[in-house]
């Protein structure tokens, strides 16, 4: 059973800074520049109203206290955060350059991870200011920041599982024949809602051809009796991602449907079964590859197998090849193989997976095989 999740606490945000601080460090860093986004919110607990042209910052490295630099106008809310209490929190007024106030906090000839999320206009103007130093992207440097999940944040990723799968298990009472995809993802949406997702980030539904694109975008295309039908839908719950794909079959499925679908499952099993302490990412995607090549059908397998997970539905780690990265404990991703047959129909299977001390568990329990539905 799925622990409750529970607030995080200023300590827990203490402990993130500090690791963050120490991993930059190891990686031959001076500091680490955070900017809005999910990296400012999973370090602080802090997430501005709106991310605009006003500069905030937050300045992690050495042996200084952690720094937050926010618009003058935007202090109460940062303070208000959970983790304001282990930062020093300064200030810029509209008028001032929040660049020069910036610098003041840096040191010229440094190196800095920065955020992936910061605006060119916020990095532009810190190279002007801050003589000498050099800037790489976080996911570059520090790609690992927020892959590997504790208690907490496991239990909030099984608590989106579950929804997810709560959701699956009423959209296949529901009609799919006669009825338009953006329908039945609007069905899906509100289903994810209703099971406690407070954020619903994408309902794909791919019938007939259309599921041979795997990003594709819900439309006006009716479905017919005898389409394939991927859904792949997910979102936010408790402030981390959900991400789950089943294919459905309107009515009764040809030969080469069932055998498609038969291919995908084994080989997402044998992926999920390739999952354990050490492995490195790419082992899992050569896993579900080398089954999905020897049916017959590798030229068909058109992207990787999975993507890390966490506050973003696609972060650090990626199972793919050339990723030699290995696998620990706490790590979570998709493990998502797929067919897509052009001009006729897709296949696909995603459970969100996590690594632990002795193999992988899923967070999707829902049924893996050719579901019909009406």
């Known amino acids: 059973m799925a622990l409750t999740p529970i607030a995080f606490t200023a300590e827990d945000f203490r402990a993130r800074m500090t690791r963050a601080t120490q991993d930059a460090a190891a990686e031959g860093l001076d500091g680490l ?23 905030t910052l937050l300045v992690l490295g050495g042996d200084a206290d952690p720094q937050l ?17 282990v930062m020093k929190i300064s200030d810029w007024r509209d008028g001032d350059d929040p660049y020069e106030v910036a610098a003041r906090l840096l040191d010229p000839g440094a190196s800095y991870a920065v955020s992936d999320s910061a605006w060119a206009l916020h990095l532009l103007g810190l190279q002007r200011r801050v003589e000498g130093a050099r800037f790489f992207a976080v996911t570059e440097r520090l790609p ?32 799919f024949s006669g009825r338009k995809e953006t329908e039945v993802a609007a069905d899906l949406a509100q289903l994810l809602r209703e099971f406690g997702h407070e954020q619903v980030d ?46 459905v079959c309107v ?19 044998a992926a999920f079964e390739a999952v ?11 896993t579900a590859r080398r089954l999905i090549t020897e049916a017959g059908y590798g030229e068909r397998f058109i992207h990787r197998t999975g993507h890390g997970i966490g506050m973003t539905t696609h972060e650090p780690p990626y199972m793919v090849e050339g990723e030699e990265r290995p696998t620990v404990p706490g790590m979570c991703f998709s493990i998502e193989p797929g067919i897509y047959i052009p001009d006729a129909f897709g296949v696909r299977i995603e459970d969100i997976v996590t690594v632990t001390a002795d193999g ?10 050719l579901v019909m539905v009406e």
Request: glycine share 12%; hydrophobic share 35%.
């Open 360 to 369: 992988g568990k899923r967070f999707n329990d829902t049924d893996r095989g």
């Open 251 to 269: 009515g009764e499925p040809t030969s080469q449907m069932r055998e498609v679908h038969d291919i995908v499952r084994a080989a997402q099993q």
């Open 276 to 286: 354990r302490p050490g492995v490195a990412c790419q082992e899992i995607d050569r």
């Open 144 to 175: 690992m920041l927020r892959a590997v999940k504790d208690e907490n944040e496991l239990a909030r990723m099984a608590a989106a599982g579950s929804a997810a799968d709560a959701a699956f298990g009423e959209i296949v009472k529901t009609q």
């Open 33 to 55: 520049l955070v900017t809005p986004g999910p990296d400012l919110l999973w370090l602080t607990g802090y997430q501005p109203t709106a991310i605009t042209e006003r500069l």
């Open 69 to 85: 630099l926010v618009p003058k106008l935007e202090r109460p809310d940062a303070e208000a955060a959970v983790g304001a209490g």
């Open 202 to 247: 994408f309902t794909v539904v791919g019938s007939g051809p259309n599921g041979a694109n795997p990003h594709h975008e819900a439309g006006d295309r009716v479905i017919l009796r005898g389409d394939m039908v991927v859904l792949d839908f997910g979102g936010l719950m408790y402030g981390y991602g959900s991400d789950t794909s089943r294919t």
